[in-house]
């Protein structure tokens, strides 16, 4: 499962309270598609949770991750840093095999599905 950390749910109560939307069943949505500098990028924007979505709820935030993220996401940790030059959420991935040096992508480690060949 992925864990996230108290300062990344203050983060996300702060975004959700900047906007002028309903705050109610809404979070930040997590997922990873191909592409930055080391083959696969972390993508992450406030949504609405959708069908398949595993859900993670933290203090009443909610962070969504859909299916196909879900296995680069397992064991992950979500926070967020509040640095000068370097400000932002951050995942702590175990299922990267190397990141780059900005965080924002990561090459994952062969993930196994489950089937023999």
Do not use: W
């Not at 500098?37 to 993508?43: K, L, R, T």
């Not at 509040?82 to 991935?93: C, M, Q, S, V, W």
């Amino acid at each position: 499962m992925i864990r996230v950390t108290d300062n990344a749910v203050k983060q996300l109560h702060h975004l959700l309270r900047q906007d002028d939307l309903p705050q109610d069943n809404r979070g930040l949505r997590i997922l990873v598609a191909k592409g930055g500098c080391a083959g696969m990028e972390y993508q992450m924007k406030i949504d609405q949770p959708l069908e398949g979505d595993a859900i993670i709820t933290h203090e009443g935030a909610e962070f969504y991750i859909d299916t196909e993220s879900q296995a680069y996401l397992s064991g992950c940790i979500i926070d967020y840093s509040d640095g000068l030059t370097d400000a932002g959420f951050k995942i702590e991935n175990p299922n990267a095999m190397r990141s780059c040096g900005c965080g924002t992508s990561f090459e994952p480690k062969a993930i196994d599905s489950g089937t023999e060949h």
